[in-house]
């Protein structure tokens, strides 16, 4: 009503008000206004903050992770694991057609330790093994082709690719020997030592040189590093006074390794004396005072001749050669 209209009777008023409110109470205002949502919205929401917010305090690592993962995208970030391995990834070089091992080691804090772990290099059947303490150690067949190793142990996953090389062999081997001073030897001599023997006559020394296939890492003689040049390998002066062995080890710049070391035997000689022999000399042979007699002088050492001389001396007889006569000759 208008409350303006000075008109209107008091009682005709409250009559059209009963009457309206009768009219009304047959309807359902509620279907007249936006249906409410905000308490749906407000489980949809809260639901899922209250499962992170008990995830943060259960597992709190787990759930860093996850939303560090969810934060940051372009990082890469590890997945989180309950069983927790050490190590890297990084591309590994075996022996070619030889077995080789694998290793997975668990993390110290790992909050899992499976009992079993399982590697399978590409389609090949899988290896199983048991727990040794931390590790899982898995022996694999021989390959030849490069391939992955795909390592399983609870719920952490660990993929290494493979590329087996064949082992570094050598080519070449010389042992470069200074003789002794006294035999006036001045350059040194080369022999080749590919059966493994070196013969050192005692005073002299010898430098080993090998040559393998493939750039070194490192070698060793008897354990003892040795200098290293991309594929040469120059060994210590060895000077030796008895017979001995040494062993003669390398590792390309992949890991590998020889399969067997090389055996040096240095043979300690003495040095031979020289031999001397007469040719062409008749044995009981009568020649006169003005005779000539003709023969020849061989000489012969282990390491060289460097003068023949020959000295002769006249035998006394009083009434024949009462002043015999002696010389030499160069």
Do not use: C
Not at 6 to 18: D, F, H, I, N, W
Not at 115 to 133: F, M, N, T
Not at 153 to 169: F, N, Q, T, W
Not at 301 to 310: A, E, M, P, S
């Amino acid at each position: 009503s208008n409350r303006s209209d000075k008109s209107a009777s008091p009682a005709l008023v409250e009559a059209a008000m009963r009457q309206v409110d009768a009219e009304v109470a047959k309807h359902n205002l509620a279907d007249a206004v936006p249906n409410p949502r905000h308490r749906r919205w407000a489980w949809a929401a809260g639901i899922p903050i209250i499962l992170v917010v008990i995830g943060i305090l259960v597992i709190p690592a787990t759930s860093r992770n996850t939303l560090a993962r969810w934060l940051t995208p372009w990082r890469n970030v590890e997945r989180y694991t309950f069983a927790q391995l050490e190590g890297d990834t990084d591309r590994r070089v075996v022996a070619y057609a030889e077995p080789f091992d694998v290793e997975a080691r668990l993390k110290e804090d790992s909050p899992w330790k499976p009992e079993s772990g399982e590697a399978r290099y590409a389609d090949q059947p899988p290896i199983v093994v048991e727990r040794d303490a931390a590790s899982y150690k898995f022996q694999l067949p021989p390959q030849t082709k490069e391939g992955t190793v795909a390592l399983r142990v609870g719920d952490a996953r660990r993929s290494i690719p493979v590329e087996p090389k064949l082992r570094p062999a050598l080519k070449d081997l010389t042992a470069k020997v200074q003789l002794p001073d006294y035999l006036q030897r001045q350059e040194p001599r080369i022999d080749d030592v590919r059966g493994g023997t070196v013969n050192l006559v005692k005073g002299s020394t010898a430098t080993v040189e090998a040559t393998p296939t493939r750039e070194l890492s490192e070698a060793t003689l008897n354990n003892r590093p040795q200098k290293v040049e991309g594929a040469r390998v120059t060994t210590e002066p060895i000077s030796v006074e008895t017979t001995t062995e040494m062993h003669l080890t390398w590792r390309d710049r992949f890991g590998l390794a020889a399969r067997e070391p090389q055996v040096l035997r240095f043979e300690a000689l003495n040095d031979e004396a020289p031999t001397v022999a007469l040719n062409k000399l008749k044995n009981n042979q009568v020649v006169i005072s003005n005779e000539v007699i003709a023969f020849e002088i061989q000489a012969s050492d282990d390491f060289g001749v460097k003068r023949i001389g020959l000295e002769w001396e006249g035998i006394r007889n009083p009434i024949h050669n009462p002043e015999p006569t002696s010389g030499e000759k160069i």
